[in-house]
């Protein structure tokens, strides 16, 4: 997307590292924006492809995609059956690409750390 | 969407103002939800109809349509080609229903005010 | 905080509803702004002033008062000690004003709705 | 913050990357929770205190630094004098240290890109 001209603000860091930076923002991005969002096993598709074609949009940024888990579903027999989204539902992948560097985010809720980790998944 | 439970919390309140509180709700949760959202005139629609989709969740909330207005579109003409939504470009109506009593919310911006007025455009 | 221009979009509903439609945007534009917010209980206070100060910049808003709960607290026996902030976790007043009709709306988690209701607690 | 059971997590970045992966995650977790905050010069500094002190949770985040600038304040010539915070107001610094390898992650507004950009601005 970028003609370049910001790439003198990136001077210190490697095209490696310019991967993990910009896959990071989108991730820490798409929790803050998203969480909260009302949400149902019918919504989940349109409010999925909203989160991948906005996200999609930032630097460096080649795919991003998103599992919406409503687990056992309990926390849809409320009196209105939707729920606010929760970083515990999300399982999101984000690509980023800087010539030719790749990264991929990853965040998922990690059972044994009781927290939605956002981490680094793999790297080439 | 709801099977009457909350009703008891309403009673100091017409059908006509339960319209119009729920429809100010949804208002306010729309734009506090995503503004701030990465768009671009390609993903517009993908977000417009996440907003819908989620919002006609909530209670007593019949139909909501989303317009977004990209003005003159210089804002896209950064080095990246798409924008954070904010509420200048929202334009928005919520239509609530309550036992037949029906609030139509509108908010988009108001260039006398210099500010995106979200108000009750009709009431029957 | 207005002059009072935009008093012409407000003609088809009473001072009472004016007042209700303003403490419900409100509390829709709280809870949908600030969810999933990083908390801990040393940085709850520092959240719950940023909260009330600026929604209280809201028109027709009086005053917003906000309480945080963290419960049996299990929530931050995780690896990193804070959680996001939930609608469960809030208890919330706003009181809004119109012409001197007051609206006291309220959100809370209720066990019976298994939901954050929020409804109108007085008005007068 | 954390005892260090996420270690096995990140085996595949170097500490140097950790401490860049986490200032960027902060920086667009703070960006995309905050825009669209009602302020006006008098919440500002109870709204920049929650920025930081939720912010500084962030694993790995030493330091947040915020400064909100309204410019040339025609944003608070509108009729109820505040504005939505937006990305062009935000001068945000992010110190993440990683076991003595720190990065200070900034973004501001820059003329030339006319984006609010992110960028490592040390390393060390």
Redesign the interface.
Known sequence: ???G??EK??K??SH??RA?????????????????????K??AK??K???????????CIEEVDVRIDFGDSS?L??????V?L??EMLDVKVVSNYHGKKAVTRMHY?E????P????E??Y
């Open positions: 997307m970028s003609s001209k910001d603000y990136f210190n860091i490696r590292e993990i930076f910009e896959g990071a923002i989108t991730m820490g991005a798409l929790f803050h924006q998203f969480i909260g969002t009302p949400v149902s019918e919504s349109a409010l492809n909203a989160i991948k074609e906005s996200m999609e949009l930032q630097p926390g027999e409320n009196e209105y059956a939707y606010s929760t970083g990690i044994e750390l009781k927290y980790l956002m981490y680094v793999s790297i």
